[in-house]
């Protein structure tokens, strides 16, 4: 494979981290732990099938996947910051619930256990390349930019100055009058459509939803924000290393160089090493996790 052909393979497989890093940056830097990660990008690929098979276009299936998304997120703000659970718990059901609800829907839908039929997407179907269509889905572009533009909102905007001031003190932010429970959903809000967007580009990429289809992403995103110190351009750069060994691994499993199940083992490897390396060294928004 040429340098150039796995650097356009890397950054198409890094589209799902990108957005749901940026989403799980947005949620820590509020002071909500991002463990659901992995149920949003389920439940936004699972609205992105549903609404492109019934709307007849991607565009309705991007809009599927945003509803489905603000449903979970709906759940979560409701349980962490209305009622003050402990938002490891949460995070944990959100990620059970949503494996089940999708299956439960799948079959109920779709009459199948494992996949949707197909479903409209963007690019692949005209075009010579299918790598360079893929340029031509929005979504890419959407997650090239999340991140850079989560940079510039938290760091150069009010709503960002008083986002990061409520994830690291919420007391001296109350004091300032800053709402904190308004701003945490609104937080929330743009957490859960970011992650969501990314379960949709896998749906709609492969043109199908597929039981369980994000298989891990959601954690891998998770440990990317970690891995980049919950800095957004930081972050971006971990997004892009996981992505680049996913790509390695599809590689070595065509050549048929290593076992596949070592080879499947890498990103998942690659993900321990580099969180080994970092974690004792970074520190979380000092509100992380904490209810009022």
Known sequence: MSAIAFLLQTIRI?????LAAAGGVMSERVGVIALGLEGLMLSGAFGAALGSYYGGSP?????????AGLVITSVLAVATLRFKANQVVVGVAINLLVVAVTRFFLRLVFDS????????????????????SSFANPVVWIGLFALPALAWLLYQTPFGLRARAIGEKP?????LGIAV?????????????????????????????TDGMTAGRGFIALAAVIFGRWEPMRVAVACVLFAAAETLQIQLQGAQLVPSQFVE????????IALAGVVGRSVAPAALGKTE
């Open 59 to 67: 565009w309705v299936g991007l809009l599927g996947a945003l509803v």
């Open 113 to 132: 256990a494992s996949n949707s039929p197909r479903v409209p997407g963007f690019g692949g179907e005209v075009a010579a390349n299918a790598m360079l």
């Open 171 to 175: 007391e001296a932010a109350t004091t």
């Open 181 to 209: 429970g308004p701003l945490r959903l609104k937080g929330l809000i743009l957490s859960g459509a970011l992650a969501a967007l990314g379960g949709a580009y896998l749906a709609l990429d492969q043109h199908q939803f």
């Open 14 to 18: 890094s589209i799902p981290y990108l």
């Open 265 to 272: 083992m890498i990103p998942y490897v690659l993900t321990i």
